[in-house]
């Protein structure tokens, strides 16, 4: 426990010397009239560094790729009605992908509530379906007890966010109350009985396969976890957009269940007759649109961990469902006795085998100037282990998710709630947090546009992130749909871009534009040695649609479907 402070105090000071108590050494903001108190205080804590950003989406999604990244609350400070409004992009992205993240929003004066005074929003309702927990706190004294309670909700259990209103005024008032921190993350372990039930069920396998996913993965709990599928031979695959938990030059990790998803390994998830699911939630996007396994029977022997004892049973049936933190379960399967001589080793490098032939690039009747397998071959073999790579939503992803090679203490970042606008944000914060590594931001030209002027609030704070911009100037995933619902009939999803690269210079970030495979490298390298943000435009052939057909294709098929 910090110790007792028991000076006059005033609300905005007990908010600023309780995220110190609760180790909060970043935070993001777009300043408000509505929160002087704590900006103010801010002045008098060099220890918490303050990033202003320039639009509430891009601080939010700061905020969350922070949390992802460390494990620890994104802190994000917000006004009231149109901050609060601009920053819930970043607060669902964090609900949907379990992260811990604390957001302070300025509230009108206790004494203006329920008069639609300026700019007033009732955060309860607002933020109810969006935020893990809601709460405003009416009492300069409970400034302390309640944001105690908000990085304790964050953190424990499945991670989430909280949102905590505070009225201008209480911040304003003074109070003496002891600050108190840090917050201690509660997490479940796994039972004996449950950990020798899972040995069991898995000794008596034939084609087992594990997924991973979801939050709160330590880079130790992923070295426990690898040590558990090399020791037991057991393939393993991931969920959405979490490819860095499992080495993936490791001979047991078999690809991701993304929205790319190697058909074979949808097939093999299909084949298993056991599914060891390890803080996945098995979504949408996982589950690829709930066809994976059946409804509530699975049709095959699940065993499914989890943070959140409300996840387990929710939509499938688990024969076998533990409740427990990532870091607990690995530890006890690293330590549980192998099983003897697996009879699924031909099943194993079957599954290995299929993903390591979609690392080739797919065959192509012509090949375009700039082709996008050969750019992500070279980047694979070019990141460092540690690099961290950030993803926007949008079809450009399947390129990076397809071919790229993630591992710890690297990462990838990515919204799995598929929001846009994601990417450059995520990579600013990412840069912040660890100057010292490479940042590469993958992002559409749609999505760029979105939150691209987070360039601005890298610049300035030392080396920037490497934006990686694919222009195929349209928002390309959606046409991909029309092409194959209305066929030939483009509407709403073309785009006129400006120029890009002359965007990035006027921010003062290097820019390069790229149409041909052999300027990336050396474009890649100099962005690498410029010492700030950079931005690289991949003028892509609009053909390629996905990392493994054309729009003309999908155009034929489904003209032939409806003929
Ligand atoms: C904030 C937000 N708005 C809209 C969508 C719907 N949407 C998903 S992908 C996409 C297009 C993305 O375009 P771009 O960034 O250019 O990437 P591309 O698919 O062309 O590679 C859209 C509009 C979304 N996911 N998020
Ligand atoms: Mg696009």
Known sequence: MAAANLSRSSGGQLVVASLKAHGVEMAFSVAGESYL??????????????????????????????????????????????????????VHTAFQDSTPMVVLVGQVARHQIDREAFQEVDFRKMYAPLAKWVTQIDLTDRVPELLGQAFQVATSGRPGPVVVALPEDMLRDTAEAAVVGPYHAVRAHPGAADLAELRRLLAAAQRPMALVGGSGWSDAACADIARFLQANDLPACCSFRRQDIVDNRLAVYC????????????????????????GARIGEITSQSYTLLGIPDPAKTLIH??????????????????????????????ALEPIARPR?????????????????????????ALDLGRVMTWLRERLPDDAIVTSDAGNFSGWPNRFLSFRRPGRQLGPTSGAMGYGVPAAVAAKLAHPERIVVGFVGDGGFLMTGQELATAMGAGPGPIVLLFNNAMYGTIRMHQERRFPG????????????VALARSYGAYGARVSRTEEFAPAFEEAAASGRAALIELQMDPEMITTRTTLAALRRQAEAATA
């Not at 409300?310 to 499938?316: A, N």
């Not at 699924?344 to 375009?368: D, H, I, M, N």
């Not at 509407?491 to 890009?500: H, K, M, Q, W």
Request: proline share 6%; hydrophobic share 45%.
């Open 489 to 500: 009939r483009v509407s709403g999803t073309a785009l006129v871009n400006p120029d890009f």
């Open 305 to 334: 961990v989890h943070a959140a004892a409300e996840e387990l049973g929710r939509v499938f049936r688990p024969r076998l469902a533990i409740q427990s933190g990532m870091p607990e379960i690995a530890a006890a399967l690293a």
């Open 37 to 90: 108190e704590v900006l103010d205080a801010l002045y008098d804590a060099p220890e918490i560094r303050l990033v202003t950003c320039r639009q509430e989406g891009g601080a939010a999604f700061m905020a969350e790729a922070y949390g992802k990244l460390t494990g620890k609350p994104g802190v994000l400070l917000v006004t009231r009605g149109p901050g609060a409004c601009n920053a819930s992009i970043g």
């Open 255 to 278: 690809g991701d269940l993304g929205t790319g998803a190697a058909p074979s390994l949808v097939a093999r998830v299909k084949e298993a007759d056991l599914l060891l699911a390890l």
């Open 344 to 368: 699924w080793a031909a099943w194993r490098s079957a599954c290995r085998a299929e993903y390591e032939a979609g690392l080739q690039p797919t065959a192509l009747a012509e090949r375009p």
